[in-house]
């Protein structure tokens, strides 16, 4: 499928890739090759498989979406991401580091909806715009400094 590669699946999208991946199954494909085939995890297609086995096809059907929606449309989270994009100078602010907090009120000042900056963090990540965070690493010479050395070490 090649939306997949594109990002995030709609929930139709989601739908067809099990219905597809469903004909596979019964037609003889391996948990691991249809995992393969469709992008996903080896677990994800032993769940359909089984899903299928006990249910049948009737259970890869889409259902209802647990959780409240999102007070942002679609259309609105495109504009996120552009605002994003632009940076965060574009946005009003003084530097160029996004941080949820000031995400969180970019979208406040454009669509008067107020988040929670960990949330704003859960939808920077959905869009695929959160960074990986950094390791910060304690230089070795702080374990040595002030420590008396072994006997023998050196």
Same mark, same amino acid.
């Given at each position: 499928?090649?939306?997949?590669?594109?990002?995030?699946?709609?929930?139709?999208?989601?739908?067809?890739?099990?219905?597809?991946?469903?004909?596979?199954?019964?037609?003889?494909?391996?948990?691991?090759?249809?995992?393969?085939?469709?992008?996903?995890? &080896?677990?994800?297609?032993?769940?359909?498989? +089984?899903?299928?086995?006990? @249910?049948?096809? /009737? =259970?890869?059907?889409? %259902?209802?979406?647990?959780?409240?929606?999102?007070?942002?449309?679609?259309?609105?989270?495109?504009?996120?991401?552009?605002?994003?994009?632009?940076?965060? &100078?574009?946005?009003?602010?003084?530097?160029? +580091?996004?941080?949820?907090? @000031?995400?969180? /009120? =970019?979208?406040?000042? %454009?669509?008067?909806?107020?988040?929670?900056?960990?949330?704003?963090?859960?939808?920077?990540?959905?869009?695929?715009?959160?960074?990986?965070?950094?390791?910060?690493?304690?230089?070795?010479?702080?374990?040595?400094?002030?420590?008396?050395?072994?006997?023998? =070490?050196?």
């Amino acid at each position: 499928m090649d939306t997949a590669a594109e990002g995030l699946l709609t929930r139709d999208e989601m739908e067809s890739r099990r219905l597809m991946a469903a004909q596979d199954l019964q037609r003889g494909l391996s948990q691991s090759q249809v995992a393969r085939k469709f992008g996903v995890s &080896r677990t994800t297609a032993s769940r359909w498989h +089984r899903a299928l086995s006990g @249910r049948g096809v /009737e =259970a890869l059907r889409k %259902r209802r979406a647990p959780g409240r929606p999102s007070r942002l449309s679609p259309e609105q989270l495109k504009i996120v991401a552009e605002i994003y994009a632009a940076g965060c &100078r574009a946005a009003g602010f003084d530097s160029d +580091r996004w941080t949820t907090m @000031r995400l969180a /009120e =970019a979208i406040h000042a %454009r669509f008067g909806i107020r988040y929670d900056p960990d949330h704003v963090g859960r939808i920077m990540h959905r869009l695929g715009l959160r960074e990986r965070r950094r390791i910060h690493r304690v230089p070795d010479a702080f374990f040595t400094i002030g420590l008396p050395m072994r006997e023998g =070490a050196a």
